[in-house]
């Protein structure tokens, strides 16, 4: 097995993990600070969003230099200093590579919009306006609002599957690619354990650009349905894989989608383009396509558990699972999974467990360690996400009223992902001494990093214990998943196999006492537990327990 595989994987988002400069805004310095931290939690990767050169519009999503650091975050030497101190300790960390569009400062396209015949002139995606003056197509940009933005120097439209200030990159272009690479082998040689590689679904346009059927009142289509997962777009990961990731001892994990089962086999392993893929049925239940904040769907259990079976099936025999159940751009599970929880302790402690147990890397995402939970704040003007603005304007275009509208932002909206890092109960929880760039949770004063630790029935310890537990157990890491109970409505239930041994997990994801026909469970010894007691054939609401036949 590889290393990856073995190991926990961190994502941190630099903004709001520790400031060191009493800036209100975090540092690669404040990373570097925390190693121990990320120790003590069995991380062996840790995933940044990125840091790279950037005005911020979408948080660092938006790169102008694609090596160089952003001030606010520090200089070169510091990351050189992180990636060393950090290999000292077993850590690797891994980059986040955002190719599918740069930001609109980024000298490329400062060039590239200058005229239809420079140097860089066909980097992006630039087509002229239709016959009456407006754009190219009706295509809705994943943030809001037309997916084209004119361009007065140029007298041309840019496509940007975001924001405007996010123009595509012409990857058909193939010194685009070859500057792509080049950025990707830059960090290679500094030392970066990895990639996580974002967006990558939406790199190759069709071959014709044509209008769209509507899919809500502004006539307008989601980009998503008219350019993700173009055919012919595998040729370029391919290449991606032969002149980045070969040969060198990283992992890549991609940010993809909608790639069904039967596709992926092209998409990761031994013969595919990436060694993991996200895939968002699991955290996206209520959103059976586009993610549209107001129009979500009721989903169950069963659906969860059908989701998680699906892509624990699929990467069987492909590729590995990247488990996750929160990341920077979802809201924080307790809320996300149990929106009405009376017991957020024991809801994080059994998401936690499925994280741990399930057959793949988990990815733990900051603040998840801690039972973070959702922020609602009262209005969209306290919101710095611009994919919350774009949602809650995009409520009211379809007839919500702004209470409803700021329901979907308090559900759904980003920055509840994104609050500060809460160290201590000191003011700004130890974040920052300047004034932090989002607010600190309310809840800092119980929920910080120094309490929890003091706590053994925090759910920071808990997590600690579970990256214990998956140390001593091995077919944690390397066991088969069978499932079993696979038509309980409320229970997820799963056995993990190797030479060595057999261990049972039984979450139950329901606010209800169950019971359970105890027949399908041989093992009886109880090596982790949320509640007190373990009665064979009964869980409480949202129990959770690993059983082993031998101590
Ligand atoms: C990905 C990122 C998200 C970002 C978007 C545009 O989905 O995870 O945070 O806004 O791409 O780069």
């Known amino acids: 097995m590889k290393w990856w595989q073995k190991t926990i994987a961190y994502e941190l988002y630099p903004k709001s993990f520790l400031d060191t400069e009493g800036q209100g805004t975090g540092t690669i310095r404040g990373i570097t ?10 991380i062996g990767a840790v995933w940044l969003t990125p840091v790279c050169r950037s005005p911020m519009v979408d948080n660092g999503y938006d790169i102008a230099d694609y090596t160089d650091i952003d001030p606010s975050y520090g200089t070169m030497e510091d990351m050189k200093e992180l990636i060393a101190k950090a290999k000292e300790k077993n850590i690797r960390i891994v980059m986040d590579l955002v190719f599918n569009h740069t930001s609109d400062q980024n000298p490329w396209f400062l060039e590239s919009k200058m005229s239809k015949n420079n140097p860089k002139s066909s980097w992006y ?21 037309s997916a084209w933005t004119w361009c007065e120097e140029r007298q041309q439209y840019y496509l940007h599957t975001f924001a405007s200030q996010q123009p595509d990159l012409n990857w058909a272009d193939e010194d685009v690619r070859k500057a792509l690479y080049q950025a990707a082998n830059f960090w290679v040689d500094l030392g970066a354990g990895g990639f996580r590689i974002d967006a990558i679904t939406y790199i190759r346009k069709p071959d014709e650009f044509k209008d769209g059927v509507p899919d809500a009142d502004d006539g307008m289509i989601s980009v998503h349905d008219m350019t993700a997962n173009t055919p012919g777009i595998l040729e370029y990961l391919y290449e991606f894989k032969r002149e980045v990731s070969e040969g060198h001892d990283i992992f890549t994990v991609a940010e993809a989608n909608g790639v069904s089962a039967d596709e992926l086999k092209y998409w990761v392993g031994e013969h595919g383009a990436f060694d993991m893929l996200f895939e968002f049925s699991h955290v996206n239940l209520e959103f059976k396509g586009v993610e549209t904040w107001c129009r979500p769907d009721p989903w169950t259990i069963s659906d969860l558990k059908r989701a998680l079976r ?16 929160e990341n920077h751009d979802k809201p924080r599970c307790i809320d996300h999974y149990f929106p009405e929880c009376s017991d957020p302790s024991s809801a994080a402690k059994a998401m936690g467990t499925l994280l741990m147990t399930l057959r793949g890397t988990p990815f733990l995402y900051q603040g998840q360690e801690l039972g973070y939970r959702n922020v609602a704040w009262p209005s969209i003007d306290c919101y710095n996400d611009i994919s919350s603005i774009g949602q809650y304007q995009f409520a009211l275009s379809e007839g919500l009223t702004e209470e409803e509208a700021m329901k979907c932002v308090h559900t759904f909206s980003r ?42 029935d925090s759910v920071l310890s808990w997590y600690r214990t579970l990256a214990e537990i998956r140390q001593e157990h091995s077919a944690l890491i390397s066991g088969d998943w069978t499932e079993f109970m696979k038509d309980d409505p409320d ?38 537990n949320n509640k007190d007691t373990y009665e064979k054939g009964s869980l409480s609401p949202l129990q959770c327990v690993i059983l082993a036949e031998k101590l």
């Open 33 to 42: 600070q925390k190693l121990d931290y990320l120790e003590s939690l069995g």
């Open 125 to 145: 995606i630039w087509r002229d306006a239709k016959e009456d003056g407006s754009a190219p197509t009706n295509w809705r940009s994943i943030f809001g609002g």
């Open 310 to 325: 699906n892509s624990q099936n699929a990467t069987k025999a492909n590729g590995w699972y990247p488990a996750f159940f």
């Open 415 to 456: 920055d509840s992902a994104r609050t500060p890092m809460q160290w201590d109960d000191t003011e700004n929880a130890g974040f920052s001494s300047g004034t932090p760039w989002l607010p600190i949770h309310d809840d800092y004063k119980e929920v910080n990093v120094e309490k929890e630790s003091r706590d053994p």
């Open 491 to 528: 229970i997820i239930a799963y056995k993990r196999k190797n030479d060595e041994e057999e261990l049972y997990i039984l979450i139950n994801l329901s606010e209800k006492q169950r019971t359970f026909s105890t027949e399908s469970v041989t093992a009886e010894h109880v090596i982790l």
